[in-house]
């Protein structure tokens, strides 16, 4: 097996990178929310590598990201007007945008589907990537199928070593959850997946903004998603997590009664129950503390070899709620309500 590079950020690195893009290889690169593993979305050879160094569902379709706005006419047939609001308020940065797709996007890339969902990131170096190579990078997050995403160029090689020839390494993501994806509806917006762009952000755009209930629920059996990706087994880690819905001093009832020596409590700082002698692992006290570290943490759970997981539930507003439909999955629906 051959080992995977990593790249620093500096200028010869990234016109490596770029080089491995223009040849149709598959790059590990930073972003604000999360690493990606890019290849030239117009290109199908390239896009199919990244489906099978991630082991992904060939109908789960890949977000294409540009640098430029001028960037988008190509690859859709109608730029709907709540779309050029949102980018002016939010691009570059951490939102997805989904719209009908021309024919001049590959099939692999939008998984089938007469949509594509677009995001220009922020992050620098994803953007010089982007600018030099010339052409839109499809890019899902760089994990493998069914893993927590990587905030980390570690995390990245964790997962893809002998599988991509590069990762670039921009540091911690600063975000740490992937983008809010969006679909437009007449004069409404549907959030498909909650990220840092939150409801109450969009709701600046436009009063009507749904959250499909694909964010909090689970798909029912033969349900069609609206966005392919959540019906998929999605940030599992091998311990068995169960979100605690509670109050602080709930949660520390439930975990004496219920906890034993191999139990982990995930929680929001040291303190919430360090003294009650179990082993703790802390996700952040604030909202965008704990979006920054819940990937972090899920796989440093891993790490520590955590059998049960004992979780704080996050708040359900704001970033909270991004946070909370990650953390729902990685428990698989797994809530206790006290
Ligand atoms: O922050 C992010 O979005 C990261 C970074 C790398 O940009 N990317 C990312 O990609 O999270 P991925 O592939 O892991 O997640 C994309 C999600 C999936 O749930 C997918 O089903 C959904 O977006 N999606 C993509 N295109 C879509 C479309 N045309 N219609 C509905 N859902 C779509
Ligand atoms: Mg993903």
């Known amino acids: 097996m051959f080992e995977t590079k990593i790249l620093s950020a500096d200028e010869s690195s990234i016109n490596e990178a770029v080089n491995l893009l223009k040849s149709g290889e598959v790059v590990g690169m930073p972003t604000e929310t999360v690493y990606g ?7 199908e050879n390239a896009v199919r590598k990244i489906f099978a160094a991630k082991g992904r569902p060939a109908d789960n379709p890949l977000i294409v990201h540009i640098s430029r706005f001028d960037m988008i006419e190509p ?10 609001k949102c980018a002016e308020e939010f691009w570059p940065g951490p939102l997805t945008m989904i719209m009908p797709k021309s024919d001049a996007v590959p099939e692999i890339t939008s ?6 969902g677009i995001r220009m990131p922020s992050h620098k170096v994803a953007r010089a990537i982007i600018n030099k190579c010339g052409f839109p990078i499809a890019a899902p997050s760089a994990n493998l199928s069914g893993s927590p995403s990587p905030t980390t160029a570690g995390h990245v090689f964790n997962d893809m070593n002998g599988r991509i020839p590069a990762i670039v ?6 975000v740490g959850v992937e983008s809010t994806v969006i679909s437009f509806e007449k004069d409404a917006i549907r959030i498909l997946r909650p990220g840092f762009i939150s409801a109450e952000d969009l709701k600046e755009i436009t009063p009507d903004v749904i959250i499909d209930k694909g964010v909090l629920g689970k798909l029912e059996n033969g349900a069609v998603a609206r966005s392919p990706g959540m019906k998929y087994k999605h940030y ?10 509670s109050s602080l001093g709930a949660y520390r009832t439930y975990v004496k009664e219920h906890a034993d020596k191999d139990t982990v409590c995930m929680v929001f700082k040291t303190d919430d129950c360090e003294d009650l002698g179990f082993k703790t692992i802390c996700y952040g006290s604030s909202d965008s503390e704990q979006a920054h570290l819940l990937f972090d943490t899920l796989r440093e759970l891993d790490n520590i070899g955590a059998k049960k997981v004992f979780a704080r539930c996050p708040n359900k507003d704001g970033i909270g709620l991004a946070v909370y ?11 206790v309500k006290l």
């Not at 593993?37 to 290109?43: P, R, S, Y």
């Not at 998984?111 to 594509?116: C, P």
């Open 236 to 245: 599992a880690p091998k311990a068995d997590i169960t979100i605690i819905d």
């Open 75 to 84: 690859l859709v047939t109608e730029i709907p007007e709540l779309a050029y």
């Open 325 to 335: 439909n990650r953390l729902l999955r990685a428990a698989a629906f797994q809530v």
């Open 111 to 116: 998984g089938g589907l007469d949509s594509v």
């Open 37 to 43: 593993l890019g290849a030239d979305a117009m290109n």
């Open 169 to 174: 390494d921009g540091g911690f993501s600063a």
